[in-house]
């Protein structure tokens, strides 16, 4: 069987505009499989994620490309069977867990409603999983938690409950947005360990968009190098912490902050990388522009 | 788990207690007006007429507040007013704020053609002077109660929709219209479930606003004699029967006119209240 999951030769611009913000983006990933993006902030690493997902924003359009879930391509679906395949086999594990929760509705409905509306559980089976999930998720006091407003959560147990809301149905897919950017430290280690051990368990296919290298050598086994909406680097976790293959991606990794040497490793990407980067990004723009 | 401010319960509140009370009192005195007020509003009598309220001399105890130049009784107009008021202020309020909210709400989570068509509308409606838009509506619908509330409602609705709109925008760019759209979640069951619950403090305090607004918009039409049938006892009517004997008889002027302030300022103020204590947000 081939991939889980193939983005082939994605492609996305503002709309009304002749320039892309995605430039021919093409990965796979096999069920089980975590694939990291990485780059930095605008290189279009969570834009990648929303596309999959069909949540990007209406202000841009996707030009070409295609998005293959379980062998369906999504671009080509119609917009109500897409829906249902995507609510069916995928999740999103948003950024922010401030706002990813509805600030009005009890916690319980926010876990449940996915498996109640779509998948036609009853209320009661959907609420012995949620409780389930809460367990999974190191939750001590499920009963409490379901009955609160995500206001009287704090930060950390909110983000568990999101994990907990986003492997409710068993997904086959889940896009991890930076799942920990607006957790403090500590938090974010416990969180971290927590998506890996249920990835792990359910062997769901991730994308997990991150712009921390550490991260990502601690949670995937493969990832994507992205600068200007273009990946410029593909290879395992292993051969990219041995040795990264693109320019961008070795100053990438230079620029991660180490507890040895913290004043050196704080410098800025040297600009001769950075332009030699943008000038690849013209490049495949000028050919993409002749080939289309 | 419950925070510190999850288990302590707020006080109601200076502002909420004195508004709820005094609209509450309106309310009551509006419902009984035929049984509690001291005589027939529309009945005249010229030689009881601008008698002064009951602490000035020369006053009969049996009018309170004294009487108008046809010898009306002022506190029994007010009572029987205050059922126009507050009928004009719930139905014509909630009309308005159905259908401003409904396509404010509308216009914010669909976006595309159907906001440029609904926000065209908002502004070209802006443009066109408010009151004079009622004088021209009442004069096409005719005078009465129902022409006045929907004079209202179709001077109004923008309001709502401008600002219901924007919160609607507001709140479907956060994560959590995303995950609903991500679960599959259909259009319809986004914007009634997860997004109207949080539009809905807003539109709380819109309304609330609106009512007083309504009663000030039929005390303005009142007042250029095309509410209702002329002697009928409204806030505006007699405000401005009044203005023409300020001289002679001050309190046929200010007695509907402080009702007037004090109801109209108790609707804004109980709006504030209601928003501060029931926005999941700042609770």
Partial sequence: MSAFLTVNNLSASLHGYDQRVLRSVSFSIDTGEVLGLVGESGAGKSMIGKAILGILPSAIDIVEGEILLDGQDLEKMKPADRRRLIGATAALIPQDPLTALNPSRRIEPQITNRLVDILGWTKANARVRALELLNEVHIDNPERVMASYPHELSGGMRQRVLIASAFAANPKLVVADEPTTALDVTVQKQILRLIRELQARHSTAMVFVTHDLGVVSKVCQRLSVLYGGKIVENSSVAEFFDGPKHAYSRALLAATPKYTDPEASLLPVDEAVIEAAAAEVLAADREWRHGG | ?283
């Fill in chain 2, 1 to 283: 788990m419950l925070d510190g401010r999850g288990s302590v319960k707020r006080k109601l509140g200076a502002r909420l207690w004195l508004s709820g009370t005094w609209l509450g009192l309106m309310a009551l005195l509006a419902l009984l007006a035929p049984w509690v007020s001291p005589h027939d509003p529309l009945a005249q009598d010229l030689f009881a007429g601008r008698l002064p309220p009951f602490w000035v001399a020369g006053a009969d105890p049996a009018y309170l507040l004294g009487t108008d130049s046809l010898g009306r009784d002022v506190l029994t107009r007010i009572l029987h007013g205050a059922r126009i008021a507050f009928s004009v202020a719930l139905i014509a309020g909630l009309a308005t704020a159905f259908v401003g909210s409904l396509l404010g709400l509308l216009a914010g989570y669909m976006r595309g053609w159907v906001d440029v068509v609904i926000s065209r509308l908002v502004e070209i409606w802006m443009a066109f002077p408010p009151v004079l838009f009622a004088i021209l509506l009442i004069a096409v619908l005719g005078t009465g109660l129902t022409s006045i509330i929907i004079a209202i409602v179709v001077i109004d609705w923008t309001r709502f929709c401008r600002v219901v709109r924007a919160e609607a925008m507001n709140q479907s760019a956060m994560d959590y219209v995303a995950s609903a759209v991500v679960a599959g979640r259909p259009r319809r069951d986004i914007l009634w479930r997860e997004i109207l619950p949080n539009v809905l403090p807003t539109i709380v305090a819109l309304l609330t606003l609106e009512m007083g607004i309504a009663i000030i918009v039929e005390a303005i039409l009142s007042f250029v004699n095309l509410s209702i049938s002329s002697d009928a006892p409204t806030w505006g009517g007699m405000i401005a029967e009044g203005r023409t004997s300020i001289h002679q008889a001050w309190w046929v002027l200010a007695f509907p006119l402080i009702v007037l302030f004090l109801t109209v300022l108790s609707f804004s103020q109980i709006g504030e209240g209601l928003k501060d204590r029931f926005d999941p947000v700042l609770r």
